[in-house]
Nanobody, 128 residues
Framework: VQLVESGGGSVQAGGSLRLSCVAS????????MAWFRRVPGKEREGVAG????????YYADSLQGRFTISRDSANNTMYLQMDNLIPEDTAMYYC???????????????????????WGQGTQVTVS
């Protein structure tokens, strides 16, 4: 399984970015796909997750509705639309896939990222 992220970059506060994650080599219709982010010196944080089979979505409470996760199953691509970005959103963003869907896709639990089997290389988002 390979996950490849793209779409990161530098943006001013209030701006928008759209991250993409293309998954290859995963043929199952179960599990979760999610976005996590990490700031140096801090724990990895769940951002948003989506249940592959049902499309159920979960978001970190701190986002206050600014991000939207979606998935195009035909193209095996997951997206994260990020609007009204703030400097606190600055982080490396990672795409991840869990073959077995953890509760709330692991987004709302501190160590939920441990449930994920596959990770992308990350894409940097910088908000100034």
């Amino acid at each position: 399984v390979q996950l490849v992220e793209s779409g990161g970059g530098s943006v001013q506060a209030g701006g928008s970015l759209r991250l993409s994650c293309v998954a290859s080599g995963y043929t199952y219709s179960s599990g979760c796909m999610a976005w996590f982010r990490r700031v140096p010196g801090k724990e990895r944080e769940g951002v948003a997750g989506i249940v592959i089979r049902f499309g159920t979505r979960y978001y970190a409470d701190s986002l206050q509705g600014r991000f939207t996760i979606s998935r195009d199953s035909a193209n095996n691509t997951m997206y994260l639309q990020m609007d009204n970005l703030i400097p606190e959103d600055t982080a490396m963003y990672y795409c991840a896939l869990a073959a077995s869907a953890p509760g709330t896709c692991g987004i709302l639990t501190p160590d939920g990222w441990r449930q994920y089997n596959y990770w992308g290389q990350g894409t940097q988002v910088t908000v100034s």
